[in-house]
């Protein structure tokens, strides 16, 4: 069973960066897909980035093509989310999980795993 702890959260400017970490442990993820998906306040859980561990294919949210960079990092069982250029409107709690199926997806019924989520303020 993995078990996930996201950090990195905090308060930023509009136009700052950041960088979660989503730190894996209790079994590698060479065979996973990693997911970032975040909730608003108000709002529904929605789908931010995702990558095919073995392979590093991505996939993003068309909200933040161009800003955000998921990776990961195999020594370190780790899986990133680089946020860059950050809006307002991306404040929001992020939440890291994983799928042992392996295939990356949009979807958060596709992943088992969930960590306890961190969260991200964007100030104007």
């Known amino acids: 069973q993995v078990q996930l702890v996201e950090s990195g959260g905090g308060l930023v400017q509009a136009g700052g960066s950041l960088r979660l970490s989503c730190a894996a442990s209790?079994?590698?993820?060479?065979?996973?897909?990693m997911g970032w998906f975040r909730q608003a306040p108000g709002k529904e859980r929605e789908f931010v980035a995702t990558?095919?561990?073995?392979?590093?294919?991505?996939h993003y949210a068309d909200s933040v093509k161009g800003r955000f960079t998921i990776s990961r990092d195999n020594a370190k069982n780790t899986v990133y989310l680089q946020m860059n250029s950050l809006k307002p409107e991306d404040t929001a709690v992020y939440y890291c999980?994983?799928?042992?199926?392996?295939?990356?997806?949009?979807?958060?019924?596709?992943?088992?795993?969930w960590g306890q989520g961190t969260q991200v303020t964007v100030s104007t």
């Open positions: 209790g079994r590698t993820l060479s065979s996973y897909a």
């Open positions: 990558i095919r561990w073995s392979s590093g294919r991505t």
């Open positions: 999980a994983a799928s042992d199926a392996g295939l990356p997806s949009t979807l958060g019924s596709s992943y088992h795993t």
